[in-house]
Structures are given as C-alpha cells and as structure tokens.
C-alpha cells in the first residue's frame, strides 16, 4: 500500500493522562478510511498531531514522507484539516469568509476568485454567497468547513466528527460529498463515534479505545472477528407472552438474551454452526415455544466493536500494542 | 448538490468578481477585519458619537460669546476624542486575539500562511485603522476651530498625532493581553485603563491644556527629551506587549522569540550605554531598565520550554556558537531566564555603578544605596515570582497568573506588616526580607543588614531557578543531538 499518512509508536502525554499509547497504522494514498472510537478513546488528539496542531511526546508521523514535526509548513500544505467544532465570524459573508482563508493561503488575484468559487460549486455554497457565516445552519456550516479545508486543493482531508450534530438529510450531503472528494482522488481521514456512519463509505477502519488502536481492517472483518469468536445471533418472536422465551432461555445454558423484542428476543447462541441453531429452535418447539419467527441476524457494526471491546478488556489483546517509552508530560 | 469537479474552471461570477474589493497587497488578516469590524455596531455608534458631541460643540463655539470659546471648542475636541482613541477603542481590543481562540478560529488560521505576528498585528491594525478613521472626521473641526481664534494649530495637531500614537500603544497592549487565557490578565489593563484614562485626560484636558499645548510647541529642550522618552518608552512597552501577544498563540513550529528578545536586548542596552552613564539621567533610566527588565520576566515565565527541531537546526548548523546562541534565544522560558541574568547585570552596571567601586575602595557594601537596594528587591521579587510559578506548573498551568499573584501577594503582605509595625519598619526588614517587595521597607529605613540578606535570598531564588533552567536545558542537549543526527542523515 502506497501511505500517504503513517503514523509509528504515537505517544501523547497530558500530564498524567495518557491520550495515545503507542499507536500505529497507515493511511493509504486515496482511500477513505475512518477512525472509529468512543469520546475520549484518542482520536482527536491523534487526528491534531497528524494536523500539525499538537506534537507527539513520542513517536513519528509522516505526511507524504513528510515528518510533522520537521516540516510542519509541508504538512499543512498537504492536508486539509476541518475540526469537529468551529466558530465562524459575525458579519462576515460566506463569500468574504472563503475569500480571507484564500488570501491566508497565498492565492492572489484572478486565481484566488477562481478557488474561492470552485469550492463554493463544489460545496454548493454559491446561493448563500452574500449570507452571513455566523447565520448558518449546522449543516451549511459543515459545508462551509469543508469548502474552506478545500481551498489549497490538499491531497489528504482530515475531518473530525464531521457528521456530529448534523440532520439526516445534511448527513447523506456531506457522504456525497466526501464519495466525491474520494472520486477526485483525495485521501480521506474521517473519524465519528457512529460506526453505522462510516462502515458504508470508508474503504478501511481504524478503532480506537482508551488510546489504543484495538483493530484495523474493514467492516467485514470487524463482523468476522465475532464470529471467529464463536457466537451467532437469532431474533425470536413467540405466540403469547414473551416472558416464556425469556424463562426458556434462562433454563437453557448454550442460550442467552442479549435484547427483550415486543414478540420475543434477540438470543445469543455459544456456536456459529448452524447445526447448533436447528438444535435450539427443535428444543424451544418440544419445550412448547409457540414460535412464530426465528432468524438469524447479522451482527450490526456497534454490537461487534463493543463485543471487541469486552474481548480486548479481557485481555483478548489489542491489535498493536506498544511499551511505551519514558516521555516527557 | 453540484457535481462540477475541483478542476473544471469556469468564468467568474459576478458575485466572486467583488472580491477584489481590496487590495492583495493588504495583509489577509487586515483585510478580514476591516470587513468584519466596519459593520460592527460599536465602529458605527462611535463615530456617530463623535460627530454629533463634535457638532454641537462646534455649533455651541460659533454662537457663543465667551473670551476662551476657541479654548474650550479644542479642550472638548481633545476630551471626546482622547475618550475615544485612548479609552473605548482600546478597550475594544481586549477581547480581540481571544475571540479567535475561543471560537477555534486561531488554530484554523495557524493551518494557513498566515504567522502569528501576521494574525494579532491585523487585529491591531484594523483597531489603528478606525482610529484613524476617526481622527480624519475629527480634524476638519480642528481646523474649523481655528477660525474661532486663539489657536497654535501647530501644536494642537502634534497633540493630536501622540493621542493617535498613544491610541496604538494602548490598543497594542490591550490586544496583546487578549491572547492571554487567563481572563484576569486579559482584563487588567482594560480594568485599569478606564478610571485612568479618565483622570489623566480630565486632568491634562481640563486643567493643564495651556501647558499641554506649551510642551508640544517644543520650543524647551529638555521637555523635548522627555517628552521623547515618554513616546519611545510608551511605543516600546506597546510593541513588547503585542509581542507577548504573539508568542502566547504562536504555534511551536514558529521561534517567535528571538526578534522579541533581540528588539529587548538592543533597547535596553541602547537606553543603559546612551543615558546610564550621565549622573544625572542615571535614576530615571535605572528605573526604566528595571521596569522593562520586569516586564520581560513577566513574559519569559509562561514561555512553554519547547523546542521543535526545526527551530532548533539554524541554532545547531552554526556549531558551538550558535548553540550558546541559543541558549539565550531558543523559544521558552528556560532561555529566557538565562537573557533575564544578563539584563539584571546590565541594570546593575547602570543603576549600581558606583558599588563595585565604592565596595572596593573603602570596603562598603553600597547596600544602603537606596537605587542598589530597589534593584535587588525587584529582581528578588522576580526570581521569587519565577520560581514559585515553574514549580507549580502542572498544577497551574498559567504560570503568569502565578508569577502575577505572587507580586500581589507580597505587596499585600509589605502592607500589612506596614501597618502592623505603624508605618514604621524598622527591625522588620532583616527578619522578612524573604517577602518580596519588602525592599520598600528596606530602602526606606536604609537597613544594609536586611538588604544583605535579601540579596541572599535573591541569590538563592535565583539559583534555583538555574537548578530548574538546567533540567529543561537537558532536554535541549538532547534535542540538538536528534538535530545534528538528522542532518547528518540529511533528512
């Protein structure tokens, strides 16, 4: 793979809190990947060092073979950076607010009209040209973000929680936005604590937790590493009062309840064979469970990453883990 | 939702076109604030303000009838505007640089070429740029006023350009403090600027206009010399304040030190070999040098002591002499305090320079010298002040704050033990001359003994601070020997 972002043994040490604890990972030229990890895991701080906008206590970050810390003035050349939260400026219009970060950027004239309108088609930003920045929707201020990190055309958009806060229908704008910015041939660093938001556009997925990177791969192998685990899931419904399913299960030990349904439950069973699954739904009929459905469910994105979690708290061990180094706070 | 690609260019709209409103030349920060501040309630209420105070008063100088009418038309000209240009527009910068980082702005802007100095210098600018603005409108009702009689225009329009340069000073150090995340040292100087502003210019205005307009027909010398060094020293303490500004929101990535400290160097430096040497301007450039060299303390202690490697690599290529260079220049407070030693001898070279000599002639200390005896305290104070601060600073990570709240509480403490004692120190000064500011007592009381033991502690403060100084420099050594192995790798 071809990295436009690698990251070495990152440390990040506020005082007693250790933020990044030896993390690494690659973040291949033109990809889509998403940064996946509860509030707090480390992904902000992680996606700022790789920004330029925080350094490292230990550890190396390249940018297109550009170290962060030696060229920071490279870097931000190279990437687009739009932050999870930004204040935009009273009485200013979208139009002049293009325009400063264009002037800031170092493009004159004809050229700078010439960005500053590009990223506004591109954004669809033209019909609210003459509105004041500070006037916008949550939405249409994500799109100003985004216009704003696209101004010096940068070959790599770090975006945090772009879609935090923002309506359905924002959402489905800014996904089309980014498959676009991915059709131009951008690389995308993308992070949310939704994993349903980024399983279907990212093309790979780091997780992180409490400072770790705990997996890296794509959805599917995240789905996989549950099942590797041994366990599949069956949605239940019965004939007449649920609580029979549940008494049923209770009396069953290869069986457990994850979620009570109106109908039924959600059942966990100890195997992914099959076989097993016949054997309990034969069981639940000669035990006198009138069922009425029993299917099986593909496990969701979340239910997998918090089973990892349980796993990685259990020692089941993350996927790169680091000693980390003595550091300075 | 366009689908029109990044790299399709079609014509300029008619809307996109107006952009060229001002000049590329115009620095972008400049250019954003004048955009953004013009439109702002407050720029429009103040000129109007202006116009209409001015008006009437103009209105009121040609139907009156009084000997002085002309007289009275310039005092209130001076008095509106000096409100204006020397109160509220300053006071419109002390939320200047802290609106940007509160809002996540700065950072944004930090990700563009735009330098910091780039980025506080437009806050200040387009402040200046207003005052400008308004000192423009207000000049046709100066010169109208001369019509009234009475006037030297010459010397009320020089009065008129220091209100304007005074103006910049103020709102440099107003907008230079608003970088600061403590709000307490953001709103000192505004808090403290409104009630003095407002005595100084009812006092200057209303009672000794005739003297003002006297001084600033420069015909006396030696107000000439004064009344240069109140501007340089005004101008000068704007810039540092700025400066302090810009470091506090530089990004690691930017060594916003070394012109500061080059520009303190020369100054004082400048100040201490021109007018230290002549007995009769030596207590009063004493007094400055030691304000500044204060001031500077003030800045170095919030200094965060780290260093990128590319701020390190133009120091380490030049060898040993550029390390020893840096020592004294690399961005943080550990160099800055090793500067601060060398300051503290150019003090005591012009304030003291009659103590080594006195010392080893006739075997007296000079310790009862009262200029000798404020240097050491104040420098006590500092050292103090520093050390407490870079002791603390994980568990108060604004060291300013710190360093601030240790002078207040020594000057409290001095008070206290003041009044306790009746006025009256004697005897105190040997037993508390730990306390910072306690020198007061000192100097006053001409106590060599508790001034001895002062210096004591001031040596002492000062050498742990060194203690302190030399674990970051450790660090440092460190750093330059990752420099010179990635030159070596030619990375």
């Known amino acids: 793979m071809d990295a436009v972002i690698e990251v070495r043994n990152l440390h990040r040490v506020f005082g007693k809190l250790h933020a990044v604890n030896g993390v690494s990972f690659d973040v291949g030229r033109g990809s889509v990947c998403g940064f996946i990890g509860a509030n707090g895991a480390g992904k902000t701080t992680t996606m700022r060092m790789i920004a330029t906008l925080d350094y490292p206590s230990a550890g190396e970050i390249r940018v297109s073979g550009y170290d962060v810390l030696g060229y920071p003035e490279k870097v931000r050349s190279l990437l687009g950076w739009m932050p999870d939260h930004f204040g935009n400026y009273a009485n200013v219009t979208v139009l002049e607010y293009l325009d400063f970060y264009a002037r800031a950027m170092g493009f004159r004239g004809k050229e700078r009209q010439m960005r500053v309108q590009e990223v506004m088609e591109f954004t669809d930003l033209l019909p609210l040209a003459g509105r004041f920045s500070d006037k916008l929707s949550k939405g249409m201020t994500q799109r100003l973000g985004l216009g704003r990190a696209l101004l010096h055309d940068p070959e790599v958009l770090i975006m945090d929680e772009p879609a935090a806060g923002l309506d359905p229908k924002a959402r489905v704008e800014l996904k089309h936005l980014i498959r676009l910015l991915a059709k131009e041939g951008k690389t995308v660093f993308i992070s949310s604590h939704i994993l349903s938001e980024l399983g279907e556009m990212c093309d790979h997925l780091l997780f992180m937790d409490g400072g770790r990177l705990v997996h890296q791969g794509d959805a599917e192998s995240l789905k996989d590493r549950g099942q590797e685990a041994g366990v599949s899931y069956y949605v239940v419904h019965v004939f007449g009062e649920p609580e029979l399913l549940f008494n049923w299960v209770e009396m069953n030990p290869h069986v457990s309840l994850v979620e009570s349904l109106k109908k039924g439950g959600k059942v966990e069973i100890d195997s992914s064979d099959p076989e097993k699954a016949a054997y309990v739904l034969s069981r639940m009929v000669s035990d006198g469970l009138k069922v009425i459905e029993f299917r099986r469910e593909e496990r969701n994105l979340e239910d997998a990453f918090i089973d990892m979690l349980e796993d990685v708290g259990r020692g089941g061990g993350a996927e790169i883990a680091a000693t980390p180094p003595s550091l300075p706070s | ?491």
């Not at chain 2, 005074?166 to 953001?186: D, E, P």
């Not at chain 2, 003030?298 to 030049?318: N, Q």
């Not at chain 2, 104040?378 to 603390?392: C, K, M, P, Q, S």
Request: proline share 3%.
């Open chain 2, 1 to 491: 939702m366009s689908e029109i690609s990044l790299r399709e260019v079609p014509e300029i709209r008619p809307e996109v076109a107006q952009l060229s409103d001002f000049s590329d030349r115009l620095s972008p920060m400049v250019v954003k604030e004048l955009r953004q501040s013009m439109r702002t309630k407050a720029f429009t209420m103040l000129f109007l303000f202006l116009q209409v105070i001015l008006g009437f008063g103009l209105l009121a100088g040609v139907v009156g009838t009084g000997s002085d009418v002309g007289g009275m038309f310039s005092r209130m000209v001076f008095f509106v505007f000096g409100i204006v240009a020397l109160i509220l527009q300053p006071l419109r910068g002390a939320g200047a640089v802290w609106g940007e980082m509160k809002d996540g702005t700065l950072e944004i802007m930090s990700l563009t070429r735009l330098r910091s100095v780039r980025i506080v210098f437009g806050k200040w600018a387009s402040l200046v740029s207003q005052t400008g603005l308004m000192l423009l409108a207000t000049l046709p009702y100066l010169v109208m006023r001369y019509f009234l009689g009475g006037m030297q225009l010459f010397a009320e329009l020089m009065m008129m350009a220091m209100v304007f340069l005074l103006s910049g000073a103020l709102t440099a150090v107003t907008v230079g403090f608003s970088a600061n995340r403590s709000v307490i040292v953001r709103w000192l100087a505004p808090v403290l600027l409104v009630p003095f502003g407002l005595m100084f210019l009812s006092g200057a205005i209303w009672s000794g206009f005739d003297e003002m307009v006297e001084f600033f027909s420069f015909q006396d010398d030696a107000v000439n010399v004064v009344l240069g060094a109140l501007t340089l020293g005004a101008l000068f303490f704007g810039y540092y304040i700025f400066e302090m500004g810009v470091s506090q929101i530089a990004p690691l990535s930017e060594n916003h030190t070394i012109r500061k400290r080059l520009v303190t160097l020369g100054f004082m430096l400048g100040i201490g070999l021109l007018l230290g040497f002549s007995d009769e301007a030596k207590m009063g450039t004493t007094i400055v040098l030691l304000v500044l060299s204060a001031l500077f303390a003030m800045d170095i202690v919030s200094e965060v002591p780290v260093c990128l490697p590319r701020v390190a690599e133009p120091y380490v290529k030049r060898g040993v002499l550029g390390k020893l260079f840096g020592r004294f220049f690399y961005p943080g407070w550990h160099s800055g305090f090793l500067l601060l030693s060398v300051l503290v001898f150019v003090v005591f070279v012009v304030g003291g320079l009659t103590w080594p000599k006195r010392f080893l002639s006739s075997g007296e200390t000079g310790l009862n010298d009262e200029l000798v005896i404020a240097i050491t305290g104040v420098f006590h104070a500092v050292f103090v002040g520093i050390l407490i601060a870079r002791l603390f600073v994980k568990r108060f990570p604004n060291p300013l704050v710190i360093f601030v709240g240790v002078q207040v509480l020594g000057v409290v403490l001095t008070i206290f033990l003041g009044l306790m004692t009746g006025g009256d120190g004697l005897g105190l000064g040997a037993v508390m001359s730990w306390i910072p500011w306690m020198w007061l007592f000192l100097m006053d009381d001409g106590d060599a003994g508790g001034a001895l033991l002062m210096s004591f502690f001031a040596v002492i403060s000062w050498l742990g601070c060194l203690v302190l100084v030399m674990r970051e420099f450790g660090r440092t050594g460190d750093l330059e020997k990752r420099v010179m192995s990635m030159r070596k790798e030619g990375v």
